[in-house]
């Protein structure tokens, strides 16, 4: 799986759009980035994917560079439980099944009031 | 539905005893994972399961710690004996087959500390 880049942490005023920033410049073809976090004592939650496209779900967007090197996770208005660790992953989907994830080190997003 | 869910939550056990995981995943999930994250360090891939059968157990440690999914369904995790070291969390997650490039959903882990 191709590596990924994150600033280590990041601050974020409440009600304001966070921007998290994550370089893969390795990422092959068949490739998807995916996003993650972890609040504090709880397990990692799934937020978003996606493979070539922009992607916007009930929790976040996702938006991909044409050459698909980098990638920025958008929580359009955060809020105080947004705080977590953010975790880009770059991984390939083996149809049927799916590999482990290789989770770095993330983003320690940090929402002020 | 259910999410997956992981007993117990903490467990301290001294050195050399032994310890087991378990964890339910969400129910018709054939894909079951197994992570860990020791103090300070990344959340690991330990291993996967497809059913019953190890897919990939290619991040198990060492062979103090073996993992089972009998019948397809829960599955354990078993420390013997239990070292220093292995304290940490231990993370379960499941995915359904087709929906696996979804995402897995993660249970709250089981907090393992080891005196």
């Known amino acids: 799986d191709a590596k990924t880049t994150q600033p280590p942490s990041m601050d974020c005023a409440e009600g304001r759009a966070a921007n998290l920033p994550c370089n893969h410049s390795?990422?092959?073809?068949?490739?998807?980035v995916y996003w993650y976090r972890q609040i504090h004592s709880q397990g990692p939650q799934y937020i978003i994917h996606?493979?070539?496209n922009n992607e916007t779900n009930e929790m976040a967007s996702l938006i991909i560079t044409e050459d698909r090197k980098s990638s920025t996770l958008i929580l359009p208005h955060a809020t105080l439980r947004d705080t977590a660790v953010y975790y880009c992953?770059?991984?390939?989907?083996?149809?049927?099944?799916?590999?482990?994830?290789?989770f770095g080190k993330g983003t320690h997003l940090i929402i002020q009031p | 539905e259910a999410g997956v869910t992981q007993f117990p939550s903490h467990s301290v056990i001294e050195k050399g005893q032994t310890v087991t995981l378990r964890c339910d995943p969400i129910?018709?999930?054939?894909?079951l994972y197994w992570y860990r994250r020791v103090m300070g360090k990344e959340i690991k891939f330990l291993l996967h399961?497809?059913?019953?059968?190890?897919?990939?157990e290619s991040g198990m440690p060492n062979n103090r710690f073996l993992a089972e999914r009998t019948g397809g369904t829960y599955s354990t995790l078993k420390v013997q004996p239990a070292e220093l070291e292995d304290s940490g969390v231990y993370f379960c997650?499941?995915?359904?087959?087709?929906?696996?490039?979804?995402?897995?959903?993660f249970g709250s882990g089981t907090r393992l500390t080891v005196v």
């Open positions: 997650a499941s995915s359904q087959a087709y929906t696996a490039i979804y995402g897995y959903t």
């Open positions: 390795t990422i092959s073809g068949n490739e998807y």
């Open positions: 996606g493979l070539k």
């Open positions: 992953i770059v991984r390939m989907y083996s149809g049927g099944g799916a590999d482990g994830l290789t």
């Open positions: 129910s018709g999930h054939d894909n």
């Open positions: 399961f497809v059913k019953e059968s190890k897919q990939d």
